[in-house]
C-alpha cells in the first residue's frame, strides 16, 4: 500500500486535543499505516477565520512547533519532507508541512521566512472567509486578490511554496493563476459538476491547474461528494474520480482527503484504515496504473521533480 494526501488537520487537531501524531482516537495516527511501503501525508496548520496579525502569526508558529515535535517523538519513523534539501524518492513514512489560511503570514510578507524555515511546502491562500490576501468562499462581497496578496502569491513561490486555491473564491481564484507562475494546486477539493458545493470546482478552474502542471486532491468529507451528505458514499467518490479522469486529469489526480477536517462520522470511510479497501475499489474502477498513479505516484512525482 503507498498512499500520498494533499491534506488533513490531523496536527492542528493534536495541538488543540493535545494527542500524538502515533496513535489517537482521530481519523490519522501512525500505528494504521504500518506494514505500508509509503505514506506521505501533508499536515496543514488551519487557523480559523478570525486570526489575523500577530495572533494569526503566533497561531502558525504555535501549530508548527507542534508538528515538529510529533515527529521528533513518534515512535514509527516518520520522517519530515526536508525543508532545504533536494528533492528525493519518497519511501516509509514522511510528513510535509501546509498552510490552510495565509493570514498565517500576519500581513507581513517577511513572515515567509518563518515558513521556509519551518518547511512549508504548499499555503492555501485563505480559509472560507476574507484576509489581508483576498475572500475565501462563503466571504461576502467581491474582489480579487488583494495588493498584499499580489505580493504574497509572488514571494510565495519565489520561496518555493506552491500556491494552493483549495477554499478560494472564484474572484481569488483567477487572480491568482493569472499571477501564478508556477503550477498550482487545488489540495482538497472536488467536481462541482457532480456536487454544487462552491467549495468545489468548476471544469475551467480544473482544466487551469492541470494546465498549470499541478494536483488536485480527491477531498471525502460527503458535504463535498453529494448534494445530499447523508447519501454520500463511496461511489461518490469514484464517481468524482471518473469524472476528472474524463477531463483530461489522469496525471492531475490526487488525493486530499480533508481528515479531521469534520467528524469521522461526515466522511464515507471511518479513516486511513479504510484506505486498502478503497485502493482494491478504485483498482477494480481504473485499472492498477492508474489507481497507482491517484493514490501516490502523482504527488510523488510532482514533489521530486518540484522541490
Ligand atoms: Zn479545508
Not at 461576502?140 to 495588493?147: N, Q, V
Not at 504574497?152 to 477554499?167: C, K, P, R, T, Y
Not at 483498482?283 to 489507481?291: C, I, S
Request: glycine share 8%.
Amino acid at each position: 500500500m503507498r498512499y500520498f494526501d494533499l491534506h488533513c488537520d490531523t496536527v492542528t487537531e493534536c495541538w488543540e486535543k493535545d494527542c500524538r501524531l502515533a496513535e489517537n482516537s482521530l481519523q490519522v495516527d501512525l500505528r494504521r499505516t504500518q506494514g505500508w511501503e509509503a505514506y506521505v501525508q501533508c499536515y496543514a496548520v488551519w487557523l480559523p477565520d478570525h486570526l489575523h496579525g500577530e495572533a494569526a502569526f503566533a497561531r502558525f508558529c504555535a501549530v508548527a512547533d507542534r508538528f515538529s515535535q510529533e515527529i521528533e517523538r513518534n515512535p514509527e519513523g516518520m520522517a519530515q519532507y526536508p525543508a532545504f534539501a533536494a528533492a528525493e524518492a519518497f519511501s516509509g513514512c514522511q510528513g510535509i508541512l501546509t498552510v490552510e489560511n495565509a493570514a498565517a503570514l500576519g500581513g507581513k510578507v517577511e513572515n515567509l521566512l518563518e515558513f521556509v524555515r519551518r518547511g512549508v511546502k504548499l499555503c492555501t491562500l485563505t480559509w472560507n472567509g476574507e484576509n489581508e490576501l483576498g475572500r475565501g468562499v462563503r466571504a461576502p462581497g467581491s474582489g480579487g486578490l488583494t495588493d498584499f496578496g499580489r505580493q504574497a502569491v509572488q514571494a510565495l513561490e519565489e520561496n518555493g511554496i506552491f500556491i494552493d486555491l483549495s477554499h478560494a473564491s472564484p474572484e481569488l481564484f483567477w487572480d491568482a493563476v493569472r499571477l501564478a507562475r508556477k503550477p498550482v494546486f487545488a489540495t482538497h477539493s472536488n467536481a462541482q459538476a457532480l456536487c454544487s458545493h462552491p467549495r468545489n470546482l468548476t471544469a475551467s478552474q480544473f482544466e487551469a491547474v492541470r494546465d498549470s502542471g499541478g494536483l488536485v486532491g480527491l477531498n471525502l468529507y460527503t458535504a463535498f461528494l453529494n448534494d445530499d451528505p447523508a447519501r454520500a458514499s463511496v461511489d461518490d467518490l469514484l464517481r468524482h474520480a471518473d469524472y476528472f479522469l474524463n477531463q483530461g486529469g489522469e496525471n492531475t489526480l490526487a488525493f486530499g482527503a480533508d481528515w479531521d477536517g469534520a467528524p469521522p462520522e461526515d466522511f464515507p470511510i471511518p479513516g486511513l484504515e479504510g484506505l486498502p479497501e478503497l485502493r482494491e475499489r478504485f483498482g477494480q474502477e481504473f485499472g492498477k496504473t492508474v489507481a497507482e498513479k491517484i493514490f501516490f505516484e502523482n504527488a510523488a512525482s510532482f514533489f521530486e521533480n518540484h522541490l
